[in-house]
């Protein structure tokens, strides 16, 4: 699935991060950007055996709480929707002035 979500995304224009985070367990897998927005990604099994861990729900709670948008995917149709999720909203400012 993360092939698929990769693919596209890149179709959209949407930049794909595979994440990896050092010495932090349970962080989403992906990073999703586009015209000022992003959203973090868990992806799990299509076949519905992938469940989070309880580290995975701390830290995607963590990011929630700190106003991050976070969506666990489980399949393509998912991932199709997270693409016009974001393909669809107004572009944000590309510069923010320090006040």
Known sequence: MQNYLKKIAER??????????????????VLLAYKGWSVYVE????????????RQVFML???SNNGLEVHVIKNTEA?????????NRESKPRYWEAV
Request: net charge positive.
């Open 12 to 29: 959209h224009g949407v930049l794909f991060f595979k994440l990896e985070a050092v010495g932090q367990t349970g962080f989403p897998d």
């Open 43 to 54: 992806l799990k099994s299509e076949k519905g055996t992938g469940v989070l861990s309880k």
């Open 61 to 63: 709670d963590k990011l």
């Open 79 to 87: 991932c199709d929707k997270i693409i016009a999720h974001l393909i």
